[in-house]
């Protein structure tokens, strides 16, 4: 989806109402990916309004597409992303970007519709892996942590297949897009499949036979914004209005348990 069209499907939830101190006079152009992001933030639109913001939600199909309308000031923040993923796209971009508040963890997982589990994937066996470098980076270590390959210890956030240094079972790693990688599954033996793009491709949570876990993990999602805006006072009372029991009830209910709120 073009920036033009992601603007054109924008929607404004939330209205500024009089006798409440206005953070900010303006509206609030968040950038977010389509699908359930939308209705979790419609609850955080409702509670922006009850401190005096209006927020006009601006959802996006691809990844890419968010940061770089947030650093032409197209919107005023995204939440999206990790800081693996914000750091690959300082690095390729130069975008003066910094999270402010963090929103929700989700798991990627090892998927496979042949086998039951990580013992039964036999040699030689077919694995399909993201090939963006944040993502492929994390799928590598998600199969270093289910003992299928090994990476070397200063590997880092971002290693790619041809860091593999063990590979026992002499799988085949196929690095595939990202949205693509999901609807490959039923060519392949497994895959390390980001969840968004995994309820996309129809992958069910029986389906999936490894997954990450959440302590000391880099991939909790945030709310950014560009470096110069980080000290507005819209800032505070915007990431407020996630952090709140009704918004974390909404992530709970609509990834059924499988996403899990990353705030105190």
Request: aromatic share 8%; charged share 20%.
């Amino acid at each position: 989806m073009s920036l033009s069209t992601g603007l054109a499907g924008a929607a404004t939830f939330g209205l500024t109402r009089p006798g409440i101190a206005q953070a900010d006079t303006r509206t609030l152009k968040i950038g977010i990916m389509s699908g359930e992001d939308e209705d979790i933030w419609r609850t955080v639109s409702q509670n922006a309004a009850q401190r005096g913001l209006t927020l006009k939600i601006i959802p996006f199909s691809d990844y890419n597409t968010p940061n770089e309308a947030l650093s032409e000031h197209d919107v005023d923040a995204n939440a999206f992303q990790h800081r693996p993923f914000l750091d690959a796209q300082i690095k390729a971009h130069g975008y003066k970007i910094v999270p402010v508040g963090d929103t929700y963890f989700q798991p990627i997982g090892l998927y496979s519709r042949k086998w039951h589990s990580v013992n039964d994937i036999p040699p030689n066996a077919r694995i399909g892996i993201p090939n963006d470098p944040s993502n492929e980076g994390r799928a590598l270590h998600v199969l270093e942590t289910l003992g299928l390959i090994r990476l070397p210890s200063d590997s880092g956030l971002f290693p790619t297949a041809l860091d593999i240094t063990d590979n026992p079972r002499n799988l085949s790693i196929e690095e595939l897009d990202a949205g693509v990688v999901g609807r490959s599954l039923p060519d392949l033996d497994a895959a390390v499949v980001n969840m968004d793009w995994a309820r996309k491709a129809g992958i069910t949570e029986q389906e999936r036979i490894g997954v990450e876990g959440l302590q000391h993990n880099p991939y909790v999602n945030f709310i950014s914004v560009n470096e110069s805006d980080a000290g507005a006072d819209w800032v505070k009372p915007l990431v407020e209005s996630y952090h709140q029991p009704n918004v974390r009830q909404v992530i709970l209910d609509i990834y059924h348990g499988t996403v899990t709120p990353a705030w105190s």
